[in-house]
């Protein structure tokens, strides 16, 4: 029985018209003077403390507290203005997923498995009205660490729900090779959507337990007892 499901955002929840990326971009060039080399980050599933650490990298700028801090403040203002301008929307089957999973006899806890800073995610998310369907989570400034922020992420799950979760009693939702890595780095489960940073043949190499277009393919009743892999267009019942 799954009792935490923890989703990504970016790709998996929300697309917010690249203003994460633009955000990072406006930053860079206006406090730090960087421009050069921006195109060589890889932003899909990194983390961003991760990602701010190699840019400075690039251009031999200190990786220390007080940039770090420099940066992200002015990150999320301009992450905050930037939404208010960009073309977004929400994944497809999102909002249903979050109803179906609250709607279930016994409903798991709904968490936050995400490489965003925790202030970055909750302006993303509440731009969406989301932020509120969430009630755990763990977030870039836990760790740079993909695989850890998933450690903290379950540890934080357990202390709610009053006990140590076993791995296969989480279920992670992402739409990269790396979400389904850190899934595997806890023992989880994990459901991989080909709505953002990976294709359905880049994400099948990856052995995920359930693969799927967008979440309007499998519903929350079929992933959230016991677990059989599963592809698109594989729509027979699981065993429960």
Known sequence: MIRLVLFDIDGTLVHTGGAGVKAFAKVFATHFGATDHF??????????VSLVREFFGFHNIPATEENFTAFFDQYVFWLDHILSTSRTDMCPGVKEWLEGLRGLPSPPL???LTGNIRLGAEIKLRHFDLWDWFETGAFADDSEDRDEIARVAKERGGRILGRRLAGEEVLVIGDTPLDVRCARAIGAKILAVATGGATLEELRRNEPDYLVR??????????CGRMERREPGKHSTPTI
């Open 39 to 48: 195109e060589r980050l890889k932003f899909a599933g990194r983390t961003d």
């Open 214 to 223: 967008d979440l309007r393919e499998i519903q929350p009743e079929d992933v």
């Open 110 to 112: 709904r968490g936050l």
